[in-house]
């Protein structure tokens, strides 16, 4: 056990127990005690407790019926992580200096048993809710058809009516209490009072005998059945969203070895604050979001990735992300709640299923627009001369199917289940209004370097003029490329050190991004390198190798100009490889009806290769670096909203011009402005980005207008009179058990 001294400790404020003392006293003798220099520190239930001395300690825990701290089988990461239980372990002490456990310090016994209560081992009681609630559903709708059969049955006494209408009432408002409710489900009252109004409606028509008490009956057996079969048809396709979620939580919920100068400490994920340092071995998940400090590794770069990538120093990684060699110390980004990878579900103000703009929209119609609708028909009743039980229940079935409750859930539960797809494929959202955002995009730009392309070209062929070789053209152009850090000089670089040419010693050199480089040979004459478009502002004629230029450009390949003095030495051809899958990403664009666009920094005839080469219709060639942010800016004043894919480190400008930005490979990294971060750096997890909330957003459409149609009909019949009351909770019943058949009919991808 950690003392008080221990600086990991002291710098969390108390929060004892709710069965305990103040948090100015020793939970043991009731004494008052300084935090800062407690005898003991527990944690127990999930909180920070401070003691005198250990004896009080002890004292505290035998009189709660708990074991002593010796006595409690404390977890290994790696244990959690699976889900077993270690052995028996001995008191708690500091740990060998020998395994991956080296220096590791258990917090207490509490934590283990925090662990795993987060992991869900006592599921009875959320099951046997679930149960009872189906169960009083059930027996709801049996109850509610009964009621809407004896009203239309002459021979049974009112008072028989009158007992079932109420059970089914009863029961409809046992199995909204006992099973929870989603957020993004309508107010309760939205439910209930429906049905609650119609019942009391009929009693009220049965007591007084009104002439319409039969028709009321009716109204209200069949409200309460349907609004049972609604509910549970609506719980039921949920239940597959809480299984998911919960299964994240649950993985998630690991222990991080925390770094504390030369020691460790364990802690939850929800204890690490951002800036620590946090140590992961082989073999464990990484409980936070965290930038790679020192180490590397190979790693999975997420939760159910069948793929593996190297994290080095620098790059970020999510929490879920599964360490497969070596070992990684990082510096935490996001804990708890924050982590991107639980950030839409589980933090209240930022649930994508309450807080996407069309599912709140929706809700908030359903909800406000319910009691317009009652008034309007009650109006409507009050005109036609009904009478007032009549005139209650026309307000209670008008309301019912105004509200459209399976329209507006099941709007919100397609959002909430392309988020996990979303994040099956490694893709993360900054908030709701970012993912409907993605939805909106119609045009996705690309960069061509490192993001359609390998970024790694090889040299293809080089062709020196008149007086020069092939060798003294490469020294030339990798002796100007030494401080440069393009793609085009590393390959020169390495072609140099293939074939043993030695660099020529160049002064001055001064780079060009996206143009090329200027430089003094060591022959003290001027050298220049680069494209056309660099020859041409240095003035330097290209005419003898514009037609070999054309050519190679036409081929797809880039080509370097070689100048000493006034005149060139030669020119060297490029050729850089598509990535893999850049042709399927741009294919699942066009398909879902995304304009891709191509930027590059390459010469006309190259640029379009590559967009042909790619199905690009739309290119943007010779595009330097600094001027991408000004043509993404440019095609927004189009009236189009546009998303800018590429990595943060290459492509900040036009990233930051765009509407939707989409960071490959930055998930988990400090905050940052991006709409979308990828823990991949795959160019279709990208393109998935926009096509999945696009999806999202129509099925969400359709399901709306599935639900809400024979609601809206019901109500106009009963409006003009055509239709009797009980149609609109049939209507609501039938709009429910379609849009959750639609919701079954999964898209493929």
Known sequence: MANASSPRFSSFERVPRSDGPSSSSCLGCDQAIDPLRAGHVAVLGGHFCYFCRSECKQAYLSALGEPNEEEVTTLRPSEVASGERGKKSAPVQEASSEGPSSGVRVASRSLALARSSSLGTDTGRPRRALFAGRAAATAGMIVGCLAAGAGLLAPVVDVVRAVLVVAACLLLVLRVALVPRNRADSHVFVVLLPAIGATAAACVALLVQDPHAAALVVLAGVMSAASCAVEMLIGH?????????????????????IVQGEDTFEAAPSDVRSGEQVLVFAGEIVGVDATVAAGEACVVPWLDARDEMMKREGDPVVAGARVR??????????????????????????????NAPTAR?????????????????????????????????????????????????????????AQLDALANGITYKDPCAFEKAASANVAVLSARGTVLLGEPEIVAVEPAAG?????????????EMGSTDPFASALLRVARTQGVHPDYVRNAKVQPGLGVTACASTGERLVVGGRAMMLEEKIGV?????????????????????????????????????????????????????????????????????????????????????????????????NVVAVIGHPANDDAALAAADVAIAMGAAGSAPGD???????????????????????????????????????????????????LAVAPLAALLGA??????ARERPSR
Do not use: Y
């Open 468 to 480: 020069f070789d092939a060798e003294r053209v490469i020294a030339f152009a990798a002796g100007a």
């Open 237 to 257: 396709v949920w239940l597959g969203i809480a299984i998911a979620r919960d299964r994240i939580q649950r993985t998630l919920d690991v222990p991080v070895r």
């Open 543 to 639: 005419a003898m190798f514009d037609a070999r230029v054309s050519e190679l450009e036409g081929q797809g390949r880039s080509v370097l100009l070689v100048a000493l003095g006034d005149r060139l030495a030669g020119i060297i051809a490029l050729q850089d490889g598509l990535r893999a899958g850049a042709r399927a990403a741009v294919q699942l664009l066009l398909d879902a009806r995304v304009e891709p666009v191509l930027l590059c920094g390459e010469a006309r005839e190259t640029s379009e290769t590559i967009g042909r080469a790619l199905d690009i219709e739309h290119v943007r060639p010779e595009v330097l670096p600094a001027d991408r942010g000004a043509v993404v800016r440019a095609l927004a004043e189009s009236g």
């Open 361 to 417: 929209t929706v809700r908030h119609v359903a909800e406000r627009g319910a009691p317009v609708a009652a008034l309007s028909i009650g109006i409507a009743a009050f005109v036609g001369g009904a009478t007032t039980v009549e005139i209650v229940g026309a307000m209670c079935a008008a309301a019912m199917a105004f509200a459209a409750r399976a329209a507006s859930s099941m709007a919100a539960l397609h959002f909430s289940r």
């Open 737 to 742: 058990i379609a849009v959750v058949l639609h």
């Open 325 to 354: 060699s070596n070992q990684l110390r990082m510096i935490a980004t996001w804990s708890g709640r924050d982590r991107a990878w639980t950030r839409l579900f589980s933090l209240q103000a930022g649930s994508i299923d309450t």
């Open 674 to 724: 991006w709409a979308v971060a990828l823990a991949g750096d795959q160019l279709r997890e990208a393109a998935l980005a926009l096509a999945i909330p696009r999806a999202a957003r129509e099925r969400a459409r359709a399901a709306m207008a599935l639900g809400a149609s024979p609601s809206l009909v019901a109500l106009l019949a009963i409006a003009f009179g055509i239709a009797p």
